[in-house]
């Protein structure tokens, strides 16, 4: 093995940071935590901010407004989103999930068209497979989509689902053949939400970032909207959870609350005893989420990509995020619940509240391990019968 | 970065996989193949590979159930040997056996406090904590000087001076050395390379630990695939399938963490592996616990591969210190 980041990653590295510490990134950022819409923050404008940099996209092909950089130049650069309080969420859901899945399964005219943009964040996505009787469940989706005489009409709903306020595309799955399986009936559009008939509503969140309800009533869409083979759709959400399930942004958070705690419990010296022997465990754990996660998307470069490997890795960094969040209220008490202008408290604060969707958002942890089961624990997994 | 297995390593788990499958004493088996120098300085005719190499073969003696100690208490006896300026040519007979393993080495008194007592006139007295058996050739012990200081000795232990029992520690063969009298040469080792000696002691008996978890899951998963209760296997309780996915997926992580101290070590970029050690101990015990719990009654049959890794990871896992005073030390490296 060899653990060594490649120069042009720390070069890389050293170019965000000078991204980040701008005047300009600073202003943006402060803008977005006034939140003048009344909602999350639109996170937009500093993105495109960032974007125009070029520092986004950093694994996709030059050409699709990429950098042609190795998995290490990701991790760099989210490991630095966090620590400087950039909202991630949308980044990671726009240009991580959804860019990378047109990357490998769009065809050659959504690429061109729609990654370089992605990549600048002048266009922005969504995923929307959620429904409201069907979580984990996705199999079970009920929204339609039925040809007519140009195109496609779309009807349902969808919900539970992050930043669609904010997305100028979603990603949506939906059923095209009521007829077929759970399975084989699915398919997957492009579906823009500014379309006639889209309805988003936001749904407050106990965490900062607000959930929406989406309805769709007879929203029609041209046939280029549809993302692969009609009933493909399962199998490419199956290829977007490898893809996605990196657990990369559950563990830049959980590192980035286990280094603002650490920074709160050293003020005073470095901390011993029982506390001390905490923080050394979780920065172990922590350090395991992050090569987890790192051999995930190795194995993904080198077109490898394995479900259950990702789910796992997805359960682990989610749970490990999720414990230091609640182990930094254990420790810091009441202090960290009634935050004062001390930026770290605002951090820990807001992680103590979004901790329990850690592990329920990008996969329930009993899912992620249902998957790890079937392919590591049951005989038929490691026979392939 | 590339978190495969490179091809030393897979070529070195391959060779230890299939020598011990071999009949005869697993530590000479290993020899034929080299192990033994695999990892020892230069000086006493190792090939110095470094830990990532030596790591990997830990882990297959842990996944085989042959924890073997000679073979790293040898290890770790050459590298605190290593950092003394002394001339070792009156060893080569000694070195030459430990290398082709017909004797090994072995520590004294490193964990918790030295017991052992060294006289004015350099006379060593006293008796070791359990060791792993076999022939013993060269010990490195830990004494109480007649001043009060504690400090590092050289013993090649000698008929007369001293004596080696076979013990039964918790189920499994070990030795105790008694030293009567023995001639005890004094090392230099500083503290810093001492650090240095036991970050990669550690390191390799955590691979060992890390392999031993990975077999007494596999165990455990094949018997829960074939046992029925209630007309299933017992597979198909979630309760049950989630508990060793956790366990085989934790395990992946560890052995991540594992492979990056040794690579920094070999780099010189890092003293104290405390918690490495710490999180394998930790991870072998749930996973002995997890496995005799699945297996029921059967589990507890004394001879049952349950039982038995149970006995050998409890022994393995306080080798070089409690999980909880590694975690402890770790907190002060912090």
């Given at each position: 093995?060899?653990?060594?980041?490649?120069?042009?990653?720390?070069?890389?590295?050293?170019?965000?940071?000078?991204?980040?510490?701008?005047?300009?990134?600073?202003?943006?950022?402060?803008?977005?935590?006034?939140?003048?819409?009344?909602?999350?923050?639109?996170?937009?404008?500093?993105?495109?901010?960032?974007?125009?940099?070029?520092?986004?996209?950093?694994?996709?092909?030059?050409?699709?407004?990429?950098?042609?950089?190795?998995?290490?130049?990701?991790?760099?650069?989210?490991?630095?989103?966090?620590?400087?309080?950039?909202?991630?969420?949308?980044?990671?859901?726009?240009?991580?999930?959804?860019?990378?899945?047109?990357?490998?399964?769009?065809?050659?005219?959504?690429?061109?068209?729609?990654?370089?943009?992605?990549?600048?964040?002048?266009?922005?996505?969504?995923?929307?497979?959620?429904?409201?009787?069907?979580?984990?469940?996705?199999?079970?989706?009920?929204?339609?989509?039925?040809?007519?005489?140009?195109?496609?009409?779309?009807?349902?709903?969808?919900?539970?689902?992050?930043?669609?306020?904010?997305?100028?595309?979603?990603?949506?799955?939906?059923?095209?053949?009521?007829?077929?399986?759970?399975?084989?009936?699915?398919?997957?559009?492009?579906?823009?939400?500014?379309?006639?008939?889209?309805?988003?509503?936001?749904?407050?969140?106990?965490?900062?970032?607000?959930?929406?309800?989406?309805?769709?009533?007879?929203?029609?869409?041209?046939?280029?909207?549809?993302?692969?083979?009609?009933?493909?759709?399962?199998?490419?959400?199956?290829?977007?959870?490898?893809?996605?399930?990196?657990?990369?942004?559950?563990?830049?958070?959980?590192?980035?609350?286990?280094?603002?705690?650490?920074?709160?419990?050293?003020?005073?010296?470095?901390?011993?005893?029982?506390?001390?022997?905490?923080?050394?465990?979780?920065?172990?754990?922590i350090a395991a989420s992050k090569l987890l996660s790192c051999q995930v998307m190795q194995h993904l470069q080198e077109g490898d990509a394995d479900i259950a490997e990702s789910s796992f890795a997805k359960w682990h960094c989610s749970e490990t995020a999720q414990r230091i969040a609640w182990w930094a209220f254990d420790t810091l008490g009441l202090e960290l619940l009634e935050?004062?202008?001390?930026?770290?408290?605002?951090?820990?604060?807001?992680?103590?509240?979004?901790?329990?969707?850690?592990?329920?958002?990008?996969?329930?942890?009993?899912?992620?391990?249902?998957?790890?089961?079937?392919?590591?624990?049951?005989?038929?997994?490691?026979?392939?019968? | 970065?590339?978190?495969?297995?490179?091809?030393?390593?897979?070529?070195?788990?391959?060779?230890?996989?299939?020598?011990?499958?071999?009949?005869?004493?697993?530590?000479?088996?290993?020899?034929?193949?080299?192990?033994?120098?695999?990892?020892?300085?230069?000086?006493?005719?190792?090939?110095?590979?470094?830990?990532?190499?030596?790591?990997?073969?830990?882990?297959?003696?842990?996944?085989?159930?042959?924890?073997?100690?000679?073979?790293?208490?040898?290890?770790?006896?050459?590298?605190?040997?290593?950092?003394?300026?002394?001339?070792?040519?009156?060893?080569?007979?000694?070195?030459?056996?430990?290398?082709?393993?017909?004797?090994?080495?072995?520590?004294?008194?490193?964990?918790?406090?030295?017991?052992?007592?060294?006289?004015?006139?350099?006379?060593?007295?006293?008796?070791?904590?359990?060791?792993?058996?076999?022939?013993?050739?060269?010990?490195?012990?830990?004494?109480?000087?007649?001043?009060?200081?504690?400090?590092?000795?050289l013993v090649v232990p000698e008929t007369g001076t001293c004596s080696v029992e076979s013990i039964d520690h918790f189920g499994m063969p070990a030795s105790r050395l008694r030293f009567d009298g023995a001639a005890a040469r004094?090392?230099?080792?500083?503290?810093?390379?001492?650090?240095?000696?036991?970050?990669?002691?550690?390191?390799?008996?955590?691979?060992?630990?890390?392999?031993?978890?990975?077999?007494?899951?596999?165990?455990?998963?094949?018997?829960?695939?074939?046992?029925?209760?209630?007309?299933?296997?017992?597979?198909?309780?979630?309760?049950?399938?989630?508990?060793?996915?956790?366990?085989?997926?934790?395990?992946?992580?560890?052995?991540?963490?594992?492979?990056?101290?040794?690579?920094?070590?070999?780099?010189?970029?890092?003293?104290?592996?405390?918690?490495?050690?710490?999180?394998?101990?930790?991870?072998?015990?749930?996973?002995?616990?997890?496995?005799?719990?699945?297996?029921?009654?059967?589990?507890?049959?004394?001879?049952?591969?349950?039982?038995?890794?149970?006995?050998?990871?409890?022994?393995?896992?306080?080798?070089?210190?409690?999980?909880?005073?590694?975690?402890?030390?770790?907190?002060?490296?912090?």
């Amino acid at each position: 093995m060899d653990f060594d980041v490649p120069p042009e990653t720390v070069e890389f590295a050293a170019e965000v940071d000078e991204v980040l510490r701008a005047p300009q990134t600073a202003r943006l950022l402060r803008d977005v935590r006034e939140r003048h819409d009344g909602m999350d923050g639109d996170v937009r404008e500093l993105y495109r901010h960032l974007g125009g940099a070029g520092i986004l996209a950093p694994s996709w092909p030059v050409e699709y407004g990429g950098r042609n950089a190795d998995f290490t130049a990701t991790v760099a650069l989210l490991e630095k989103l966090v620590a400087y309080g950039i909202p991630q969420n949308l980044y990671c859901i726009s240009v991580q999930n959804v860019g990378s899945l047109i990357l490998a399964a769009g065809s050659e005219r959504q690429r061109r068209t729609l990654l370089p943009a992605m990549a600048t964040t002048d266009v922005t996505a969504c995923i929307l497979f959620t429904e409201p009787e069907h979580g984990s469940d996705l199999a079970g989706i009920t929204t339609t989509a039925v040809r007519d005489g140009t195109g496609w009409v779309i009807n349902g709903r969808k919900t539970y689902n992050l930043k669609s306020a904010y997305a100028d595309l979603a990603l949506c799955a939906v059923r095209t053949d009521p007829q077929g399986s759970r399975y084989e009936g699915i398919s997957l559009f492009l579906v823009p939400l500014d379309a006639p008939g889209v309805v988003v509503r936001p749904l407050p969140s106990l965490a900062d970032e607000q959930f929406h309800d989406i309805w769709f009533t007879d929203v029609h869409v041209d046939e280029d909207a549809l993302f692969g083979r009609v009933g493909a759709g399962w199998s490419l959400i199956t290829q977007m959870f490898a893809a996605e399930r990196t657990g990369l942004d559950y563990y830049a958070r959980g590192k980035h609350w286990l280094d603002v705690a650490a920074e709160r419990l050293t003020r005073d010296g470095p901390p011993t005893g029982l506390v001390g022997a905490d923080l050394a465990r979780h920065r172990t754990r922590i350090a395991a989420s992050k090569l987890l996660s790192c051999q995930v998307m190795q194995h993904l470069q080198e077109g490898d990509a394995d479900i259950a490997e990702s789910s796992f890795a997805k359960w682990h960094c989610s749970e490990t995020a999720q414990r230091i969040a609640w182990w930094a209220f254990d420790t810091l008490g009441l202090e960290l619940l009634e935050p004062g202008p001390d930026a770290g408290d605002r951090v820990l604060e807001a992680a103590f509240r979004e901790a329990p969707g850690m592990t329920i958002s990008g996969g329930a942890s009993e899912v992620m391990l249902d998957i790890a089961s079937s392919a590591h624990v049951f005989d038929h997994g490691r026979t392939g019968d | 970065m590339d978190l495969r297995l490179d091809p030393l390593q897979e070529r070195l788990r391959d060779a230890v996989d299939a020598v011990l499958t071999r009949t005869g004493e697993p530590y000479a088996q290993l020899a034929t193949i080299g192990v033994p120098t695999l990892n020892a300085p230069e000086r006493f005719g190792g090939l110095a590979l470094g830990l990532s190499a030596d790591i990997v073969v830990n882990e297959r003696l842990g996944y085989g159930l042959e924890p073997l100690g000679c073979y790293r208490a040898t290890a770790f006896a050459l590298d605190l040997l290593d950092g003394d300026d002394m001339p070792t040519e009156h060893l080569a007979e000694v070195v030459a056996d430990l290398n082709k393993g017909a004797r090994h080495a072995v520590v004294v008194g490193a964990p918790g406090p030295a017991s052992a007592r060294v006289a004015s006139d350099g006379r060593l007295w006293g008796e070791s904590e359990p060791l792993p058996r076999g022939d013993i050739g060269l010990c490195v012990a830990r004494a109480v000087r007649d001043d009060g200081t504690v400090g590092w000795h050289l013993v090649v232990p000698e008929t007369g001076t001293c004596s080696v029992e076979s013990i039964d520690h918790f189920g499994m063969p070990a030795s105790r050395l008694r030293f009567d009298g023995a001639a005890a040469r004094p090392l230099t080792v500083s503290t810093a390379h001492w650090e240095r000696a036991l970050a990669a002691a550690r390191i390799r008996q955590a691979a060992l630990l890390l392999g031993m978890a990975d077999r007494i899951l596999d165990v455990a998963r094949a018997h829960v695939n074939t046992r029925i209760q209630s007309g299933k296997p017992l597979v198909r309780h979630q309760t049950v399938a989630h508990r060793l996915a956790t366990l085989m997926g934790e395990a992946v992580g560890w052995r991540l963490v594992l492979h990056k101290a040794a690579w920094e070590i070999d780099r010189g970029e890092r003293c104290s592996t405390a918690e490495v050690l710490a999180v394998a101990a930790e991870h072998a015990r749930l996973a002995s616990r997890t496995a005799l719990q699945l297996h029921g009654v059967r589990g507890m049959l004394a001879h049952s591969t349950t039982a038995t890794a149970y006995r050998a990871i409890a022994v393995e896992s306080v080798r070089l210190g409690t999980p909880a005073d590694l975690w402890l030390e770790a907190a002060s490296a912090t």
